[in-house]
Structures are given as C-alpha cells and as structure tokens.
C-alpha cells in the first residue's frame, strides 16, 4: 500500500514538474524573437496656433513603430525570418487576394497571420491598408 501511495505522489510531482519546465521555456524562448521586428522612435514635429493676434509655437513629439518587410520577401526571409516555416504549411493560415493594376490581372498573395499561437509564428497580423502590426 505504501508503494503505490509513494509513486502516484512521485509521479503527480514529476508530470507537474516538466510541465512548469515546459512552461517557463516556452515563455523564455519566444519573446526575444517576436520583439525583434518592431522599433519604435519619435518623431519632433513644431505646432503654431494663434491666440489673440499672437503667434505660440509648441513642439510635440509623435511616436512611430517601424515594422521590417513581410516575411514572404524573398529577400528578407534569410536575414529576418528564419521561424517562417515552408510555403505549404504558410498557406493554411493565410488569404490569397487578387489585385488589379493597369488593366492586367496579377496575384499577390498577402499572409495574415493568425493571431491565436500556431507553432512556428509570432504574434503578428497585417492589415490591408498598412503595414505588418506586431504585438
């Protein structure tokens, strides 16, 4: 009776054990990565307004995020995004759009990437109308 006691309390600590492990690596390992593509810096743009014939200047300073290229470029891909996996398993989470330009049909296809963790990608989305948006 003893024994069984002793390795289902055994067991339980080692499963809960790796689990923690498991856990604490995976917070670890991913951010360094994931905060890789977006800089933040600021921008000083001067501000005039007149108030009672007088003319005040203020400076206000803006912040802008830069995000690097998409991962589909060719280019970048090397450089940047080596934890983009192969075309086949990208296509599965990504929307093919159509564009239309100087009367002639091309594709381009524009990823999406999922917001919810599927393995191998990083909290990123794009939106249509601009750049890639990290979180």
Do not use: Q
């Not at 690097?68 to 891909?77: H, I, K, L, M």
């Not at 159509?98 to 381009?108: E, H, S």
């Amino acid at each position: 009776m003893k024994k069984i006691v002793y390795s289902l309390i055994f067991s339980t600590g080692m499963t809960l054990f790796a689990g923690l492990g498991v856990v604490a690596f995976g917070l670890t390992a991913a951010p360094s990565e994931a905060d890789a593509y977006c800089r933040t810096y600021y921008r000083r743009s001067k501000h005039c307004y007149y108030r009672f014939g007088r003319r005040y200047c203020t400076y206000r300073s803006r912040r802008y995020t830069s995000c690097r290229p998409r991962c589909s470029v060719r280019r970048f891909r090397r450089k940047y995004c080596r934890w983009v996996p192969g075309r086949n398993v990208r296509s599965r989470h990504c929307r093919t759009r159509r564009y239309y330009r100087r009367g002639y049909r091309y594709r381009n296809r524009r990823c999406y990437y999922t917001t919810r963790y599927v393995p191998g990608y990083r909290k990123c989305s794009y939106r249509w109308y601009s750049k890639r948006v990290c979180n």
